[in-house]
């Protein structure tokens, strides 16, 4: 996926981002085996222009198609087979989220597929804190400051489902750092932050759940003035994707030259915010109003 490709513009929306992330992958093989798409066509019996819509991803490739392509690029272990092999699985995979799709927008749904396919999640919130970690109430109370009143409830409905799904594969990890400034923000009545900061101390005690606050004195916010998340899928052959979300529209990185320094600075991030082992203690001093020791 080229750096700061936009979804809100159509480039990632219409296809499935598993489908690019494949395709891509299969034009580095092939130009690195110095073969034209034309020449391609012809070995699989089709054409050069099904092969250019293969990698860019607007159409899904069959498995038997994949695997005389790789025989023909030279990709014989078995081992790195089955790797491409789970990366089909995922792009021709039928999204569940079909049945909300009057309110998500092309440019979220990659997001809902790197989420569904996440083995680890690992997410920095500077305002808000994370979906997958809200209560019902602060959930409204968020989603309500951008839609319309007609649409909160069923957007609610859907951060929701995201929630339990997270609970119950708990193959997914989810590690968040929270800034404190986003935990010291009045959302709704005081009543919906004393539920959400004690539903996030629930939180902790799930085994694929790790929360870390990073104090505001800390000032690593400044080095990317925005939140950011980063997901690593299970097939070794998906790269980690960065995923930025702006007001109408996201961005999605999965080159390592654009993704490296975002992992590098949320291990920074990570290192400066208080320990696992003190969430708890933390989020019970700032429902005190304490501050931060």
Partial sequence: MASGAQAGNGTLGSPNIFRRLLGEQLRNLRERNGRSCEA?????????????????????????????????????????????????????DSPWWREFGDVVADWFDPYLALESAAQTIRTYEIRFIPGLLQTPEYAQEVIGLRYPRSEVARRVELRLHRQRMLLERRSTVLWAVIDEMALRQQI????????????????????????????????????????????????????????????????????????????????????????PAQTVAVLEQIARGDELS
């Avoid at 104090?215 to 960065?242: C, M, Q, Y």
Wanted: neutral net charge; proline residues 5%.
């Fill in 40 to 92: 391609v066509g012809r070995y699989l019996q089709s054409s050069g222009s099904k092969i250019s819509r293969i990698e860019s991803g607007h159409v899904k490739i069959k498995e038997s198609d994949l695997g005389a392509l790789l025989h023909l690029y030279g990709v014989v272990e078995p081992t790195e087979q089955r790797a491409f092999l789970e990366v089909v699985s995922l792009a021709n």
């Fill in 188 to 275: 709704g009545a005081p009543q919906v932050m004393q539920q959400q900061i004690a539903a996030l101390v629930k939180a902790t005690e799930a085994p694929n759940i790790t929360i870390q606050v990073l104090p505001s004195r800390e000032g690593l916010r400044a080095e990317t003035g925005n939140s950011f998340s980063i997901f690593r899928s299970g097939p070794k052959r998906v790269p980690d994707v960065v995923y930025l979300e702006h007001l109408d529209h996201a961005e999605y990185f999965s080159d390592s030259s654009t993704t490296d320094p975002y992992k590098v600075h949320m291990n920074a991030i990570g290192v400066a915010a208080k320990r």
